[in-house]
């Protein structure tokens, strides 16, 4: 009997490559970094907002040219490799409802390890929620999973044997976990850092879990959807 194609379960794009996924998470970048202009605090995480003020002489005309002109230089650089495909609307809205699946599977999966947890969101307005949201999701996926779990994975993996089958094979699931608790002690570290909670702790470190599964096996646009419209849904909404 022929394999009927129309009966097949629908299946996942393939992950977006590293140029498409620049594009694809180009709106919580140029969200974040307009909006924080209007807010006197920024994500800890941000490693480009001090660098742009500083070479913006202050100014904040100049600081928001130099972030549309970051974003403009994605697209043209996308459009001269031959990825325009990318910026398709088709693209950001399959991005887009991937990663609601994700955030919301995530809250489930979470909630059922430690229970119903109300995280520190004490003070912010639904405006600065939603610029904090983009500037999380897009630079804490860049310093944990592309940074420390992706870059520091293949640093490990040039230390260990390849004769060592089984620890190479153990290799990415330990740092997955070590990297998801650094993710969540990282949280409760300086000065707008959380009080500490074991629960609240034990939730951010599945959540951190989730994070790097998603960024292994799908990529970096997805993870950042993921992870800023959990923090919408958990800030805003």
């Given at each position: ?178 990297t998801a608790l650094l993710f969540s002690a990282w949280h409760y570290i300086g000065a707008l850092g959380d009080p500490f909670e074991l629960r609240s ?31 919408v849904w958990v800030l805003v909404l």
């Amino acid at each position: 009997m022929k394999d009927d194609p129309s009966r097949r379960p629908p299946e996942l794009p393939p992950p977006s490559d590293a140029w498409s996924d620049l594009v694809l998470t180009l709106p919580f970048f140029i969200g974040y970094h307009l909006g924080i202009l209007y807010l006197p605090i920024r994500n800890a995480a941000d490693l480009v907002t001090r660098e742009l003020v500083a070479l913006a002489g202050h100014d904040r005309m100049a600081y928001a040219g130099l972030t549309l002109g970051i974003g403009l230089s994605y697209v043209t650089l996308l459009g001269l490799a031959g990825r325009g495909h990318a910026l398709r609307w088709q693209r950001f809205a399959g991005i887009a409802l991937e990663g609601t699946l994700y955030a919301i599977a995530m809250r489930f999966v979470a909630s059922y390890v430690v229970g119903k947890v109300t995280l520190g969101a004490e003070g912010i307005g639904p405006f600065a929620g939603l610029v904090m949201s983009f500037g999380a999701g897009f630079y804490e996926e860049v310093v944990f999973r592309v940074g420390l779990f992706g870059l520091g994975l293949r640093a490990l993996r040039l230390l260990v044997p390849p004769e060592t089958a089984t620890g190479r094979a153990l290799l990415a699931p330990a740092w997955a976990i070590a990297t998801a608790l650094l993710f969540s002690a990282w949280h409760y570290i300086g000065a707008l850092g959380d009080p500490f909670e074991l629960r609240s702790f034990v939730f951010r470190w599945v959540c951190g879990v989730v994070f790097v599964i998603i960024y292994a096996f799908r990529g970096f646009a997805p993870v950042v959807w993921t992870h800023a419209l959990y923090d919408v849904w958990v800030l805003v909404l």
